[in-house]
């Protein structure tokens, strides 16, 4: 399995931007799609974004659609998640996760389909 790093969290502002980044290693990025999850203090894991291989093919969460950005550099082995306009809300655990796929344009918001789990990075957003 490729094993997954996220990095690029922290405290800011509300309103401010920040850019999470995901470092694949043992094995290439390319065969999988990639997906940033949260979770918020006391709740549960919800789905933010994915990229499908290709990098083709993005879907989004509701409240973060034209505010976030997911991208992905298949020669660096990198995903990432540019954030921007960031609310309170937004506050919480990002995690990426890789699904190894067989299409280069599928993409899934289900956190059961990954089985490639980063530990995850703090985010916090003041108000």
């Known amino acids: 399995q490729v094993q997954l790093e996220e990095s690029g969290g922290g405290l800011v502002q509300a309103g401010d931007s920040l850019r999470l980044a995901c470092a694949a290693s043992m094995y290439t990025l390319s065969s999988y799609a990639v997906g940033w999850f949260r979770q918020a203090p006391g709740k549960g894991r919800e789905f933010v974004a994915a990229?499908?291989?290709?990098?083709?093919?993005?879907k989004y969460a509701d409240s973060v659609k034209d505010r976030f950005t997911i991208s992905r550099d298949n020669i660096r082995n990198m995903g990432y998640l540019q954030m921007n306009s960031l609310k309170p809300e937004d506050t919480g655990v990002y995690y990426c996760a890789g699904d190894r796929v067989s299409m280069s344009t599928f993409a899934s918001n289900l956190q059961t389909r990954y089985d490639s789990w980063g530990q995850g990075t703090q985010v916090t957003v003041a108000s």
């Open positions: 990229i499908s291989p290709s990098g083709s093919v993005t």
